[in-house]
């Protein structure tokens, strides 16, 4: 190719590691962005979605709801996920969690992690696909990333925060970089899971303020990718 887009820095220096013989200077490093205007800081659901919500789900009402969204594959870290609630839960944390994502009907890895917490007495809802996943954000007071290996970007870790919804993540991959960016405080060292229910209590006791931010705007992605391709059709 005549130039290749790196989504974070993480890619580029993957991109660097292990295809040495790419020239530097054809990696263009393009962050993915989201539309902040969709995520809005500060956004509170309508009375009628959250009637409907907590009519669906009522064990999460009066909750403090912990959610891990992403599709239920090992990737994603729900075994770590279940593992951080039954201590909270086991510390006196009245927490809820909550797994937005895609179960496929064949999912023994989604069946397995259902009966673990079913076993447990485990307070986790399994709410499948949404389509209003903002919506969910809004409602939970702190949203996880725990992937077991480092994400391209992170995009369920930047549409939460634009929100002002705490995020607590892996310090690695791109979801380490936009946390280093956005909310720091919420950067957590890969697997640490000791240090990840300290930030939960903590978050717990004393809810954090997100500033407000419109770092990683879709709309530079945009442009920079237009205008990288005009580039290359001017030659």
């Known amino acids: ?22 020239d530097d200077r054809r990696v263009h490093l393009i ?17 009628e979605w959250l009637h409907r919500w907590y009519q669906q789900y ?15 594959s090992r990737q994603k870290g729900h075994e770590e996920f279940l593992t951080v609630i039954a201590r909270a839960v086991n510390e006196g944390l009245s927490v809820s969690g909550v797994v937005v994502g895609d179960i496929a ?9 259902k009966t673990t917490v079913e076993q447990h007495k485990l307070p986790i809802t399994f709410c499948g696909h949404r ?18 290996k480092p994400e391209s970007f992170g995009r369920t870790v930047l549409e939460p925060l634009s929100l002002g919804v705490p995020v607590i993540g892996y310090d690695h991959g791109g979801v380490g970089e936009i946390l280093k960016t956005v909310f720091p405080q919420g950067a957590v060292k890969p697997h640490d899971l000791e240090t990840v229910h300290e930030v939960l209590a903590r978050f717990h006791a004393a809810p954090p303020k997100v ?25």
């Open 211 to 235: 500033p407000k931010s419109d770092a990683f705007p879709i709309e530079t992605m945009q442009s920079k990718t237009l205008a990288l391709y005009e580039s290359l059709t001017a030659r």
């Open 105 to 113: 009907r064949k999912n023994d890895y989604a069946k397995a992690l």
């Open 131 to 148: 389509k209003d996943i903002r919506e969910v954000y809004a409602v939970s007071d702190v949203v996880l990333s725990l992937a077991a």
């Open 1 to 22: 190719g005549d130039a290749v887009i790196a989504v974070s820095d993480t890619i580029k220096t993957y991109i660097r590691q292990n295809y040495p013989e790419v």
């Open 31 to 47: 962050y993915r962005g989201i539309d902040h205007q969709q995520f809005p800081h500060r956004y509170q659901p309508t009375n």
């Open 58 to 72: 009522p064990e999460l009402k009066s909750r403090f709801v912990v959610t891990l969204p992403g599709r239920l």
